[in-house]
């Protein structure tokens, strides 16, 4: 590719920045809200027309030009001519563009006309909530969409989208987000010697992607202690009502997860099934690899949705296991105290022990003027008492097994 050119750099002509700019939206809102408010906009919208999502931040560009010899890193935040301009200078070198933050919309649109990206692609991008998916344009290049993912502290899975562009010694990387997973790939292209330098731009692309499936198992392996700790919390937490929210919630997260999971298992068997003269045959070794991994990912996520189903079945077998528990209590000591108290409400009874005439009626309750009466209902009742605990411990209904 001649870099001498003049406009477009590194692809056929695109519509000019009026046949797609729109005026930005600013609205201080919640990202759900964001994301709900720029479908609504979004509703009836000529395709192509480019937005950006409320919050976006403004863009930091890193140009690393890197060959099996030589490397070179530099930030050009606020210089795109000049990051243009070192991509120049440099053929003979791979090239990654790294783009952290939307918030500029005319220098997304100079990127989309030096590029030679389709407005489709990068209203893609702007949208940020994409799923994993792979497109093949213009000779061979190709455009992946991949979601990166993080366990949060606050026990939620936050996924950032991370489009990649490929070109003939260039890679495009775009994200909403200055942090992310990618520091190690920067680092292996620090490193020298490394395979990323020796090999083809396309490679990087695909150390991309593997990158971002290799962190859904830090992922995955902090979701999985988190259930462990909710297993163990079964059995101990007090409040059960916050014990179930969190069941359900880290439920919401791991269904999201698989979610998240599948696109991306699709789009490494469409790059696959990609001709050789798109995808060469070596580095679909290396995405067939890429392909194991999302599979393995997959399978955590089923197993874990299954413990996520049994753990709720546990939670509710231990609660109705404890509710048992109380019934059975309540009714020990409401079947000790019901012959009590047909002894006490029998001997309650008014009946008069003489008549009007003042003789002796035997037959009216003669206990109540007995001289030990008193004691010796007592000693029958503590009897009956007695006497229902021994059953009840024969029975086996006083043990806690």
Not at 356 to 381: C, D, K, S, W
Request: glycine share 6%; with cysteine.
């Amino acid at each position: 590719m001649d870099f001498s050119d003049p406009m477009p750099l590194f692809g056929p002509a695109t519509p000019t920045p009026s046949d797609c700019q729109s005026p930005p939206v600013h609205l201080s809102v919640t990202d759900r809200e964001a994301t709900r408010l720029a479908r609504e906009q979004n509703v009836g919208q000529r395709p192509g027309t480019l937005r950006l999502k409320a919050g976006a931040l403004k863009p930091r560009l890193f140009l690393f030009s890197y060959d099996e010899q030589a490397f070179e890193e530099a930030e050009f935040t606020g210089r795109y001519d000049e990051l243009l301009a070192q991509m120049r200078r440099q053929p003979q070198r791979k090239h990654w563009v790294d783009v952290r933050g939307y918030g500029d919309l005319p220098l997304m649109e100079q990127f989309m006309n030096d590029f030679g990206l389709h407005p489709l692609q990068l209203e893609d991008v702007l949208s940020d909530d994409q799923r994993a998916k792979v497109e093949v344009f213009d000779e061979g290049r190709l455009f992946l969409v991949s979601r990166m993912t993080e366990f949060t502290a606050e026990l939620e899975i936050n996924d950032d989208q991370l489009s990649i562009f490929t070109g003939p010694n260039y890679v495009l990387s775009f994200q909403d987000d200055y942090d992310d997973c990618l520091e190690v790939l920067r680092n292996r292209i620090r490193t020298n010697p490394s395979q990323l330098r020796r090999k083809s731009s396309g490679y990087l692309a695909y150390a991309l992607t593997d990158v971002v499936l290799d962190h859904y198992y830090p992922t995955m392996a902090a979701i999985g202690d988190y259930i462990g700790e909710l297993e163990d919390r079964i059995f101990t937490e007090r409040s059960e009502r916050r014990l179930l929210n969190r069941i359900l919630r880290i439920k919401k997260d791991v269904v999201r997860f698989r979610r998240l999971v599948y696109p991306e298992r699709d789009k490494i068997a469409e790059i696959l099934r990609l001709p050789d003269e798109v995808v060469p045959e070596e580095l679909k070794t290396y995405y067939r690899d890429a392909y194991d991994h999302a599979i393995q990912a997959l399978d955590l996520a089923e197993s874990y949705r299954d413990n996520i189903s049994s753990l709720a079945d546990l939670f509710l077998s231990d609660q109705s296991n404890r509710m048992n528990e109380v019934m059975k209590v309540l009714t020990i000591i409401s079947s000790i105290f019901i012959p009590l108290s047909f002894v006490v409400g029998l001997y309650g009874m008014n009946f008069q022990h003489e008549d009007t005439h003042g003789h002796v009626l035997p037959l009216n309750m003669p206990e109540l003027y007995a001289p030990l009466g008193y004691p010796i209902l007592l000693g029958i009742l503590a009897l009956i008492v007695v006497g229902q605990l021994y059953y009840f411990w024969r029975k086996g209904w006083l043990s806690g097994d």
